[in-house]
T-cell receptor, first 109, second 114 residues
């Protein structure tokens, strides 16, 4: 099946700093989503971005499908950004997302 | 809208016991999923359903069964629980329309098997 690798596995930032999270995948995809899992375990969808660039407030994401990677940018980080960020992809012909192992982000005040 | 709800939130079982986890969604979504998340890891797909009356196996289906008799409900069963099934279980529903695709998760069920 399709492989999803996320980097870095862990990231510690000071409040106000910017960061870039990366997701590499092993095959063509028709669906890519980014999720945030907060410290209480709740998973929230951030972006649906199989290709191109999207922005939502301080967060933005870019997927270069031909090169099989996606980037999530967090600007001016806040302590509420802490948690785990997951990238999930769906290969052509599939009907379910495969998740990466996540990037654990800790934003310190 | 309650979104995606899961029952129960916590459960402790002894090895060999059985139980059913209930997932309900009120958004009329066709697709529903069951995942497990082990400490420090991502989510692994157990089973999924693309519509009422359908089910399919995911990455880690062994030891689990599912049923989707009603569109709004997706049940996950453990027939004979094992300590290796200690995990947090997440249910999700998904909608694809108007050029976008969004998966919504329930709050999770924390299961411990002794």
């Amino acid at each position: 099946g399709i492989q999803v690798e996320q980097s870095p596995p862990d990231l510690i930032l000071q409040e106000g700093a910017n960061s870039t999270l990366r997701c590499n995948f092993s095959d063509s995809v028709n669906n890519l989503q980014w999720f945030h899992q907060n410290p209480w375990g709740q998973l929230i969808n951030l972006f649906y971005i199989p290709s191109g660039t999207k922005q939502n407030g301080r967060l933005s994401a870019t997927t270069v499908a031909t090169e099989r990677y996606s980037l999530l940018y967090i600007s001016s980080s806040q302590t509420t950004d802490s948690g785990v960020y997951f990238c999930a992809v769906e290969g052509t012909g599939r009907r379910a997302l495969t998740f990466g192992s996540g990037t654990r982000l800790q934003v310190q005040p | 809208n309650a979104g995606v709800t899961q029952t129960p939130k916590f459960r402790v079982l002894k090895t060999g016991q059985s139980m059913t986890l209930l997932c309900a969604q009120d958004m009329n979504h066709e697709y529903m999923y069951w995942y497990r998340q082990d400490p420090g890891m991502g989510l692994r797909l157990i089973h999924y359903s693309v519509g009422e009356g359908t089910t399919a196996k995911g990455e880690v289906p062994d030891g689990y069964n599912v049923s989707r008799l009603k569109k709004q409900n997706f049940l996950l069963g453990l027939e004979s629980a094992a300590p290796s099934q200690t995990s947090v279980y997440f249910c999700a529903s998904r909608v694809a329309r108007d050029g976008t695709d969004t998966q919504y998760f329930g709050p999770g069920t924390r299961l411990t098997v002794l």
